[in-house]
């Protein structure tokens, strides 16, 4: 009995430590979530994000104080067992994501290799007083890259008019693409999209219509390209996606990282 004092004494201070750093691990997400919320930027990403990593938090706190009562005990390993799969389905789903991100720069390139030219679709996003938000702006600033380094590549600009927006999403990529020197006669406007699925839908009409390449290079975040490429692939177009450095709205995005898996979800049952 006295040797399984030292081993029982080892277990629990490392049962603690993990709490501990599950705690540290959901509240810095937490509050990455209330601060995406207090900038404006509400969706269902952040308010999820909140009830359940929040969640996690109030069950390692409560934990101590039931683990001895039987009924309280079972509803506790319920609500942990139902934490733990959503858990496993975030992993699933970010799987994909990652790969997406790990092979985008690379398929774009494959893309690209025999010289042919591209059409580079740029994914819309909020317009903010007629300028784009921080996030459209990388996304523009990583298609002006692409088009200056592949001239022979042509651009379609997506995304329509919110009713919060002075300009529509698709007018405000072409206005900084013009201004950043992209010539004007290479930039395609689709403005009528309402979501990403309408964004590759339309812009595929406008590459049947106007006979642009059907093989594409998808602009848009890191999280946001598996599902633009995806749904390109589904559209019957050559896909890759490439996305600019995260690192400017890393802290914004835990919350359009969770709406994402969520919006990919739907389109594995309607798209």
Known sequence: MDKDK????????????????????????????????SLGQINHGNIIGCAYFGGVILLIAVYPFIRKRKPLRTVFLICAGFEVLVAVYFAVISAFIISEMDHGEENALAVS??????????????????????????????????????PDAVCIATGGKGSKEEISEAECIRKCLVRD????????????????????RFSKNIIDTEGLPQDVVVVSECYHIYRGVRQAKLNGLHAAGIYPDPDPVLITMPSYWIREIFAITRDFFFA
């Open 113 to 150: 290799a025999d010289g042919s030219p591209q059409t580079v679709i740029v994914l819309g996003c909020m317009v903010l007083d007629g300028e784009p938000s921080p996030m459209l702006g990388l996304r523009i600033g990583k298609a002006e890259e692409y088009l200056k380094a592949h």
């Open 6 to 37: 030292p081993r029982n004494k080892i277990i629990t201070i490392l049962s603690w430590v993990l709490r501990a750093v599950i705690v540290i691990f959901c509240a810095n997400l937490l509050y990455t979530f209330i601060y995406t919320m």
């Open 181 to 200: 020197g992209i010539d004007e006669s290479r930039i395609y406007i689709e403005d009528q999209s309402v979501d990403t699925t309408q964004n590759i």
